[in-house]
């Protein structure tokens, strides 16, 4: 019960224009992750949030959950597939992360928070950008595109597909080295979640190898994770 109220106090929800202000107005650095509410919050960089908020302090760096159809000033975002993360620092934009990277978000975070901290210890200028990189080429809908090579190229290419570690590595404690040999592949964690699957789903999830996979395995709980990139 504690882990959970932590979980909840660790990232603030704004759902309202109001709050979305009151954000732009803190003191140094918010990472805003902007869901979907089909899909809600990413959770896997939870514990990377909680884990530097304890290394960091809680004196310049803030987290905070915002759904994109509740708020006009996130609409550009609405119906995409891929997880954002908006970094705000004196109500301006100042880095933008797409997909649960763990490690590309740490970094982020700590060069932001850096950048931040001389900004306001030696009145430095702030590096403000725009979030140009919205092609639409993660959009969960069907959308009209342009007959550009380019844009071809890459819908044929990334694509969303479901992963499953198996019941015996997530016992053993080996989700969070697999979910990072994942990143480290080239691709995105969209979703994750731990659950114990029925005989039938495990059945149907491994009919390509009917004989091997017992009874037993469904038993156990598994994760599964969505990922967003390029399949070999």
């Known amino acids: ?26 003191k ?12 809600g919050p990413c959770k896997p960089v939870v514990s990377l949030f909680q884990k530097m908020r304890i290394e960091v302090g809680l004196d310049l760096l803030h987290f905070a959950l915002a759904e994109a159809d509740c708020l006009d000033v ?6 995409r597939c891929e997880p954002t993360f908006l970094f705000y620092a004196g109500g301006q934009l100042v880095a933008v992360v797409r997909g649960a990277n763990a490690p590309l978000l740490q970094k982020t975070i700590l060069d932001q928070l850096e ?31 342009d007959d550009g090579e380019d844009e071809d190229m890459v819908s044929s290419e990334k694509t969303c597909t479901l992963a499953i570690i198996k019941p015996d590595a997530v016992a053993h404690g080996k989700t ?57």
């Open 28 to 39: 140094g650095l918010t990472v805003v992750d902007v869901y979907q509410g089909w899909c």
């Open 74 to 79: 996130l609409e550009k975002y609405r119906g």
């Open 176 to 232: 969070e080295e697999i979910i990072m040999k994942i990143q480290e592949a080239g691709f995105d964690i969209l979703t994750s979640e731990e659950r114990t699957m029925t005989e039938a789903e495990m059945r149907l999830f491994y009919q390509h190898r009917a004989g091997e996979v017992g009874s037993s395995a469904a038993a156990c709980p598994t994760t599964l994770v969505s990922l967003f990139g390029v399949c070999l």
């Open 1 to 26: 019960m504690g882990s959970k109220k932590k979980e909840i106090a660790l990232q603030v929800n704004i759902s309202t224009q109001e709050l979305w202000e009151e954000m732009l107005s803190s």
């Open 115 to 145: 950048a931040e901290r001389k900004v306001l210890a030696e009145g430095r200028e702030r590096n403000v950008i725009e979030d140009e990189a919205l092609s639409g080429e993660d959009e969960c809908f069907p959308h009209e595109k």
